[in-house]
């Protein structure tokens, strides 16, 4: 961050980037960033003020560490919390890989912004799990008993079209009901024929299927259906 410089930024461009030159990268890469829109605004900000002959952004912006613990002091934050974690300057990715988290962002697409080359980095070691919205994900799986309650009121509305399909003045089982809906089905399509489960052949040798008669008689004989 030391090393940036005022060519490095783009903050003109449909997507404003940061060009971070291989030179100043730990790998010794060349990475190209996409800049949020409050990070943008301040860097904005901060060209604003740079005097003319200065081109290191940060230069003079980077805080010894004896500094950062005064300011964390000043801002009421524990730079060791009670659950030994730190908030230095490092604990700004771990703030960067939860909040990507939170945001939906896919594991894979987090590696990249984050510049980690092993997946396992981000989604624990830098991903706060406490922070993620665990009761959020649990809240918006889909309701089981809204399908249950459609269901039941699909049967109801069948049992209601069985008794629509009788005689006047019938008072008709559920089984009935169901066995009239089957008739009227097949009236309507002559061609079904339903496997019986039994080996019947035909007169050439062949597999046979039975016809609606035989499928109505067993509907009737199977009151469990």
Do not use: C
């Amino acid at each position: 961050m030391a090393e940036l410089l005022r060519s490095d930024l783009n903050l003109e461009a449909e997507q404003p980037f940061v060009n971070v030159r291989a030179s100043t990268t730990k790998n010794h890469k060349q990475a190209i960033l996409a800049l949020h829109a409050d990070l943008v605004s301040e860097l904005r900000k901060l060209l604003a003020q740079l005097p003319p002959n200065e081109n290191k952004l940060l230069a003079h912006l980077m805080p010894k560490m004896s500094v950062f613990k005064n300011d964390l002091k000043a801002a009421g934050i524990e730079f060791l919390n009670a659950e030994g974690k730190r908030a230095d300057f490092h604990s700004l990715r771990h703030t960067l890989a939860t909040n990507l988290a939170r945001a939906g962002t896919s594991p894979r697409i987090a590696m990249e912004v984050m510049r980690r080359s092993d997946i396992k980095l981000t989604t624990k070691t830098y991903t706060d799990a406490g922070l993620l919205p665990v009761a959020d994900a649990v809240v918006k799986l889909p309701s089981l008993m809204s399908k249950a309650r459609s269901t039941q009121i699909g049967t109801q509305s069948l049992f209601r079209a069985g008794h629509d399909q009788s005689t006047p003045g019938t008072d008709m089982s559920t089984d009935d009901a169901l066995q009239a809906l089957e008739i009227k089905q097949l009236e309507r399509d002559d061609s079904a024929i339903v496997p019986t489960g039994q080996e019947l052949t035909n007169g050439s040798g062949g597999r046979a299927r039975t016809n609606e008669h035989v499928y109505l008689q067993r509907l009737i004989e199977d009151k469990s259906l």
